[in-house]
């Protein structure tokens, strides 16, 4: 073995070796039936790697690998998004650039040009996985845009119209009008901005113009649009004014007070305007009050033709307007600075308009309700339990779904209209009406909202709507990992369409990963200049000391990233290097073998039954935080500093039992390792004598017990090293056993520190007796979280079992 390890070498040779040896592949190492299955969330084609997915491909390759080991038919399915409006953003850019706009191009050449530009430079991201070292099927990569995909698609939307749960109406959505389409929620972005909140008084028709309800407002130019005043119904200071009449400045016309309970009285005068083409509320609130629902501006922002004799103008400008005429006529009540979130495209940062448009929607309440028993039954988990409760609100609170985007990149409706009207709805294109006969047929043009195709990855990746062996044999999956910012959008609609199209859940668990935030807590961002490339400590230090750091920062929903963590890292993946060079220079002609004669042999076997013990239920609690913590551990303190230390003699002295004890030892450790740091690992088990196959599917250690009796059997031999690395007191063992591996690991004799006896008594009382007092304080130990108060008690016990040996 070379002296240093250098992970850059290594890791690409082993990621080839794993791919072309067919190790990555469904069933690869599989040893029984029983399958395992994770579908990577879709990246967009266009992207690259983000040190969220680096985190989330992490955690599901942990888990992918461990299973392969354990004898699974593992498969992780790879594959992309066809990210409809990201990807015709950036095409659309790149034809800018050439003075070129899509309409100059039309829309199948459109079309044409973005499959173009995605050969050129699209997909990378599927090989950026690769350098994390992720053991996706990568034989079996998927694209939404793939004909069999679209298929599926057409199929899908064909079987919920056949329902009767897909219709056409005039709802309010979010526009962009730079990109001239719907825009889903996620899609928006909301920026602070700093705005003018004016209030305005709107005069009573039956007053005598001097009296009113006044009204605060940070969009003067769609006053214009304004249909009613609403206020709460339990505000007193309003109860006489309900079901009176106002004038809506400007326009001047009559509209009714509403009660309603969507009105936040604290807000401005308690008392809002009503505009259902311009906000989201109001909308609703207008629908239930059964009020008109003009709108004054445009698709393009501006004012449109209703707007009367501000049509044209600028929103700002016609707001400017408004309140010179309302001044005018002492209507304008006062300004003041304001604050406040405004939805923009995350594409473009337009400024996102709530506009009423004629859109094709998807009815939630049927679908929704079989996810939402599945939820509630817990056939479905998601992990945290708080984003479990969210998943069940989130669905039974859901709107029907905008399922259309004025796009031309993505799943173009399969609508066919007539001359009369008539639509015809088929997978594939008709001949003719499926009514009258026409063949004058016009397609629909909008396409599919991009999460109505992702909702069906996990079944249309494996063939569906076709019976293929792949369906049967990996239908339904197990684990689902994804951000918590599209439970709503993606994972709750992976349920149910899972259980519309196939009867079945398309796995048992989703686990809703950390987010990962910049060094200083803001959120990752290359506008901010904030983004971390996760490629960049991937190239410093190694994919597995990347892996390594990136799980053990996961253990809150928000984590500040850490080269700290990631250079341990770094550090234990040399520790292991060396500890395992070490061996092996004394290893020729030596088979490994578990002959267990001394001590901390017994030792050491229990610690790594215990360690494998530990990644278990960690790992099926999805707590992988915890789980680097157990592996350090059990690789510096315990193999490093204490067994290797202690069988350090023995080796030097050829002890050939003991290389053997130690050989099989390191393989338990490497194969408990493997999952997080897969590449170092593999190294160094491939310098092992008598490797059979692979590590990657060799076999997971199986419990053994025959030393559990002796996990415990250092703990004298510790305690008495730490007091003396402190105080240079050397306290009696009880056995030759304990004082051999005291000399070998503390080596006392070369130590420069002095008898301090009694400084350390002294110290240990004090530390007793806050110890002590902690535990005696009945509000600490009610209400500390429980590990907190084990924690405490443990050190208790420490110290005093510390203090006894070095006052006996």
């Not at 044409?112 to 991201?125: H, K, N, S, V």
């Not at 939307?157 to 219709?167: E, K, M, N, P, S």
């Not at 959505?173 to 825009?183: D, E, G, K, L, M």
């Not at 007193?236 to 309900?242: G, I, K, P």
Request: proline residues 5%.
């Amino acid at each position: 073995m070379d002296p240093l390890y250098k992970p850059e070498g290594v890791e690409a040779r082993w990621q080839d070796a794993w791919e072309a040896e067919g190790l990555y592949a469904a069933g690869a190492g599989a040893r029984h039936d029983e399958t395992y299955v994770i579908c990577v969330p879709p990246p967009n084609v266009t992207g690259a790697l983000h040190m969220g997915h680096a985190l989330n491909g992490s955690i599901q390759d942990v888990l992918v690998r461990w299973h392969r080991m354990r004898g699974f038919d593992t498969l992780w399915q790879p594959g992309y998004d066809h990210a409809g409006i990201s990807t015709q953003n950036v095409v659309e850019k790149e034809l800018a650039k050439e003075g070129l706009s899509r309409h100059d191009l039309g829309r199948e050449a459109f079309v044409a040009r973005t499959w173009e530009w995605l050969e050129r430079t699209g997909r990378t991201i599927i090989g950026q996985y690769r350098r994390l070292g992720a053991s996706l099927d990568y034989s079996r990569e998927r694209f939404t845009m793939d004909d069999d995909y679209v298929r599926a698609v057409m199929t899908f939307f064909v079987r919920l119209w056949d329902r009767g749960w897909i219709y056409r109406d005039n709802r309010i959505v979010n526009w962009c009008p730079f990109h001239q389409t719907a825009v889903s929620d996620l899609e928006v972005a909301h920026e602070e901005m700093d705005d003018q909140l004016v209030t305005i008084r709107y005069p009573f028709a039956d007053g005598d113009g001097r009296d009113g309800i006044s009204v605060a407002t940070v969009r003067p130019a769609t006053i214009l649009a304004d249909v009613a005043v609403a206020v709460h119904p339990g505000d007193e200071r309003y109860a006489s004014s309900v079901g009176r009449e106002v004038i809506v400045p400007y326009v001047e016309r009559r509209v009714p007070v509403v009660a309603d309970e969507r009105v936040d009285p604290e807000f401005g005068t308690g008392a809002v305007k009503v505009t259902p083409g311009h906000d989201p509320t109001d909308f609703a609130i207008g629908r239930d009050h059964g009020l008109p629902e003009p709108m004054v501006i445009g698709a393009d922002g501006s004012m449109n033709e209703e707007a009367g004799d501000l049509a044209g103008l600028a929103q700002a400008e016609a707001g400017k307007r408004v309140l010179a005429w309302a001044q005018e006529r002492g209507l304008l009540e006062g300004k003041e600075h304001y604050r406040h979130a405004v939805g923009t495209c995350e594409r473009c940062h337009t400024r996102i308009e709530p506009l009423i448009s004629l859109q094709w929607w998807c009815a939630m309440k049927e679908p929704a309700a079989p996810a939402i028993e599945a939820l509630r039954a817990r056939r479905v988990r998601y992990h945290p339990e708080s984003q479990h409760r969210f998943a069940i609100s989130s669905l039974e609170e859901s709107p029907d779904w905008c399922i259309s985007r004025q796009l031309w990149w993505g799943h173009q409706l399969p609508i066919w209209t007539c001359p009369d009207g008539h639509l015809t709805v088929r997978v594939e294109e008709p001949s003719e009406c499926g009514e009258c006969g026409s063949a004058a047929l016009e397609r629909e043009t909008d396409v599919l909202d991009t999460w109505f195709s992702s909702a069906l990855w996990p079944y249309a990746t494996l063939g569906w709507p076709d019976e293929t062996p792949e369906l049967a044999r990996y239908y339904p999956g197990n684990v689902n990992l994804t951000a918590r910012e599209i439970i709503r959008l993606w994972v709750n609609r992976m349920i149910w369409t899972g259980l519309e199209a196939l009867g079945e859940i398309p796995f048992t668990d989703s686990i809703i990963h950390s987010t990962v935030l910049a060094v200083d807590g803001r959120r990752m961002s290359k506008s901010l200049g904030t983004g971390i490339d996760p490629m960049e400590p991937i190239q410093e230090y190694g994919a597995d000391a990347t892996r390594y750091g990136l799980l053990k920062i996961s253990s809150t929903q928000d984590v500040r990233f850490s080269y700290g963590a990631i250079e341990e890292g770094r550090k234990l993946a040399n520790k292991l290097w060396n500890v395992a060079r070490l061996i092996l220079q004394h290893a020729e002609g030596v088979t490994p073998a578990l002959a267990p004669r001394e001590l901390e042999e017994r030792w050491i076997l229990a610690r790594i039954d215990a360690a494998r013990a530990e990644l278990e239920d960690q790992w099926s609690r999805f707590d992988f935080a915890s789980s680097t913590d157990t592996l350090y551990h059990l690789v510096f303190d315990d193999f490093c500093d204490w067994y290797a230390e202690a069988i350090k003699p023995r080796l030097y002295d050829d002890d050939r039992e003991a290389v053997a004890t130690a050989l099989a030892a390191l393989e338990r450790l490497l194969a408990l390792l493997h999952p997080v740091m897969p590449h170092v690992t593999e190294e160094i088990w491939s310098q092992l004598p008598g490797r059979e196959a692979r590590l990657i599917v060799s076999p997971w250690p199986e419990p053994d017990d025959r030393h559990g009796a002796d996990a415990g059997s250092l703990d004298r031999v510790q305690e008495a090293a730490r007091i003396f690395r402190r105080s240079g007191v050397e306290v009696e063992l009880g056995s030759d056993d304990e004082r051999r591996i005291f000399a070998a690991v503390v080596k006392p004799e070369r130590a420069r520190v002095g008898d301090n006896r009694e400084a350390e008594i002294a110290r240990l009382l004090k530390e007793v007796a806050r110890a002590e007092g902690m535990l005696a304080n009945e509000r600490f130990v009610s209400n500390a979280p429980p590990e907190v108060v084990a924690a405490e008690r443990e050190k208790l016990e420490r110290y005093r079992r510390e203090l006894a040996a070095l006052e006996g």
